[in-house]
């Protein structure tokens, strides 16, 4: 089974939608309610950053898992220079995008540990390492994914469970591009060999070489198109 967080809007629907299309995909979303066909999915409100919201959905579903893929889209970016920032509204991002995604996989993992299978698939970002401004909150929770991913990697490998970061530069949906300004976004083009903006179809490709692939674990591919 496959299973999104965040499935409702950008890379998490995307995703959704397309492998809907011929496998049973469970999604989840927040405030932001599916309003597209779910073809043979189902979707779920649950709010990552609880603990206990994240084990009331896995109490929903859990008579039908096997196989797990988890893909963890859910998150949130707060931009805002660090002297700046709102201190409530810096911790919100860590919330949702680093401590919820431990709630989903610390949910998971004993069943995964359980049947020896499972695949994990985060999404970092290229601000983890290239020094970007105002988003010190979204860098933080993104680069603390790799250490997560190391730990858990060595913990479950022997399992056949893997997981592992995909860090994206920025894509053509989502918070990647939709947030910067054009002026600033014809600036970033010149920064990537391509010119290009990333594709989604490169995402699902990347998802799918690490779904299908039991020897890579515990690492943080970059999807940047070589942005510098």
Same mark, same amino acid.
């Given at each position: ?6 499935? $409702? ?14 496998? %049973? ?117 993104? $680069? ?6 190391? $730990? ?6 022997? /399992? ?22 054009? /002026? ?15 594709? %989604? ?12 692939? $039991? ?7 970059? /999807?940047?198109?070589? /942005?510098?």
């Amino acid at each position: 089974m496959i299973i999104i967080t965040g499935a $409702s809007r950008s890379i998490g629907k995307y995703l959704f939608q397309k492998y809907s299309i011929e496998y %049973p995909v469970v999604g989840t979303y927040l405030s932001t309610r599916p309003d597209f066909d779910l073809g043979k999915g189902l979707m779920f409100n649950v709010d990552v950053s609880s603990y206990e919201s994240v084990c009331s959905f896995y109490d929903k579903i859990k008579d039908s898992l096997k196989d797990i893929i988890l893909i963890n889209c859910a998150g949130i970016s707060y931009n805002a220079f660090t002297h700046k920032s709102d201190p409530d509204a810096w911790k919100k991002v860590i919330e949702t995008n680093l401590i919820g995604t431990y709630n989903v996989i610390r949910t998971f993992l004993p069943i995964m540990r359980e049947q020896q299978f499972g695949r994990i698939i985060n999404f970092s970002s290229v601000v983890a390492q290239k020094g970007t401004q105002g988003v010190s909150a979204y860098a933080a929770s993104k $680069s603390a994914l790799w250490g997560l991913a190391k $730990s858990i990697s060595q913990e479950n490998g022997s /399992l056949n469970i893997t997981i592992n970061n995909i860090n994206l530069g920025y894509v053509k949906i989502g918070m990647g591009v939709e947030q910067v300004p054009e /002026l600033y976004q014809d600036i970033l083009k010149k920064q990537i060999p391509s010119g290009e903006f990333c594709d %989604p179809a490169d995402i699902f490709k990347t998802v799918e070489f690490l779904r299908n692939n $039991s020897y890579i674990n515990g690492s943080s591919v970059d /999807l940047s198109g070589g /942005l510098i």
